[in-house]
């Protein structure tokens, strides 16, 4: 049979899921439970409210139907043991409606932290003002219990079972044991080993404004420790309304985070727009690499041209200086040709002209 541990953050949830693992219950591992506190976070963003501030009322029923929906989903996939616990810390406002994810008899263990302690502890964590906490604290404190009447329910002290986590662990496990919830064979003794007192020392109020602040905090956990103990059929009765005070400073946070997230998804935006340009221009770089790739390789190929031709260009010039040279020599030849020419015309000339004399007197003779 399950169990739920139940609590604002801060609250000691981890610390009573461990003591409920150490008797033998199937517990979530870190990852595992890290993914249920995200589906819890994400139910509650989309209301407009976080895992520290809790819903307006009139948008709690919107998250509890989405909260039922996805616990009952994971706790199908994530427990095949017949008792196994489940701690429900930044959705402890929708621990009702996991509640009702729950098929069959399921107990719920409701932690009470003293809320000056929680407050600071969110304060110092996660850097919420001590009033805004204390909202918070009450807010979450009074929808939880009340979504819980007529359920099988163990209210739980902190400070007490962190004190003293033999004697009460031992009537938890006794109301668990006979609810039929757990192992009547558990060792309470060895699960008490794991529960390290952790107290954090109390907030003290600094001024009369931080006194009253904590008037209606103090008030219902007073209230609470009343109820300590186990109730078969758990009926808190009538709880006083939240001061107008803590509705005002919780609309003004989800109105801060509604701003913050808006912000966020303006920058994401941004972000994208900046990605997708980047990328662009990842893209037009390497475009531009590839063409200058290109003409290098075009620019290489005209230089081997150009080196080619000069080569060719020098040896044209060569065998040109060495026709002229040619050229030179053959006329220095064809002029000593003509000479020889000249020489021999005028030889026959004057061999003519000896013949002619010779034939003219042979004649005369």
């Known amino acids: 049979m399950p169990v739920l541990v139940v609590g604002p953050p801060h609250s000691g949830v981890d610390v009573m899921t461990t003591f409920l693992g150490a008797l033998g219950m199937a517990t979530l591992t870190e990852s595992q439970q890290h993914s249920f506190d995200q589906l819890a976070r994400e139910t509650l963003e989309s209301v407009g409210a976080s895992g520290t501030v809790p819903p307006a009322?009139?948008?709690?029923?919107?998250?509890?139907?989405?909260?039922?929906?996805?616990?009952?989903?994971?706790?199908?996939?994530?427990?095949?043991?017949?008792?196994?616990?489940?701690?429900?810390?930044?959705?402890?406002?929708?621990?009702?409606?996991?509640?009702?994810?729950?098929?069959?008899?399921?107990?719920?263990?409701?932690l009470v932290r003293d809320p000056d302690e929680v407050a600071h502890a969110a304060h110092v964590r996660d850097g919420l003002s001590v009033p805004l906490a204390l909202a918070a604290w009450h807010e979450t404190m009074r929808t939880m219990v009340s979504g819980l009447v007529d359920e099988s329910v163990i209210v739980v002290s902190y400070a007490s079972f962190v004190e003293d986590p033999l004697s009460v662990g031992a009537d938890i496990a006794d109301a668990l044991v006979a609810w039929g919830h757990l192992d009547p064979a558990a060792s309470v003794n060895e699960a008490a080993l794991t529960?390290?007192?952790?107290?954090?020392?109390?907030?003290?109020?600094?001024?009369?404004?931080?006194?009253?602040?904590?008037?209606?905090?103090?008030?219902?956990?007073?209230?609470?420790?009343?109820?300590?103990?186990?109730?078969?059929?758990?009926?808190?009765?009538?709880?006083k309304e939240t001061p107008w005070w803590m509705t005002t400073l919780l609309d003004e946070r989800r109105e801060a985070l509604a701003r913050e997230?808006?912000?966020?998804?303006?920058?994401?935006?941004?972000?994208?727009?900046?990605?997708?340009?980047?990328?662009?221009?990842?893209?037009?770089?390497?475009?531009?690499?590839?063409?200058?790739?290109?003409?290098?390789?075009?620019?290489?190929?005209?230089?081997?041209?150009?080196?080619?031709?000069?080569?060719?260009?020098?040896?044209?010039?060569?065998?040109?200086e060495n026709a002229l040279g040619d050229l030179a020599d053959a006329r220095t030849q064809l002029g000593t040709l003509r000479e020889r020419y000249d020489g021999l015309q005028r030889l026959l000339a004057f061999a003519r002209m000896r013949w002619w004399a010779r034939f003219i007197r042979e004649l005369r003779d």
């Not at 905090?217 to 078969?232: T, V």
């Not at 808006?262 to 994401?268: G, K, S, T």
């Not at 941004?270 to 075009?298: K, M």
């Open 195 to 239: 529960v390290t007192a952790r107290r954090a020392s109390a907030t003290t109020a600094s001024s009369a404004e931080s006194t009253k602040a904590r008037v209606a905090p103090r008030r219902l956990f007073k209230k609470l420790l009343s109820l300590e103990g186990a109730h078969a059929s758990f009926e808190p009765g009538k709880l």
């Open 261 to 320: 997230r808006l912000a966020e998804h303006h920058c994401q935006e941004a972000l994208e727009a900046t990605q997708a340009a980047l990328t662009r221009a990842n893209q037009e770089r390497t475009s531009v690499l590839v063409e200058h790739g290109f003409v290098v390789g075009e620019r290489d190929a005209a230089a081997e041209q150009r080196d080619a031709l000069k080569v060719a260009l020098e040896a044209l010039e060569h065998d040109y």
């Open 57 to 110: 009322r009139a948008d709690l029923v919107v998250a509890s139907a989405g909260s039922r929906a996805s616990t009952a989903s994971f706790i199908t996939e994530a427990f095949t043991d017949r008792h196994f616990a489940l701690g429900v810390v930044p959705g402890a406002v929708l621990a009702p409606a996991c509640r009702r994810a729950v098929k069959g008899r399921c107990a719920v263990v409701v």
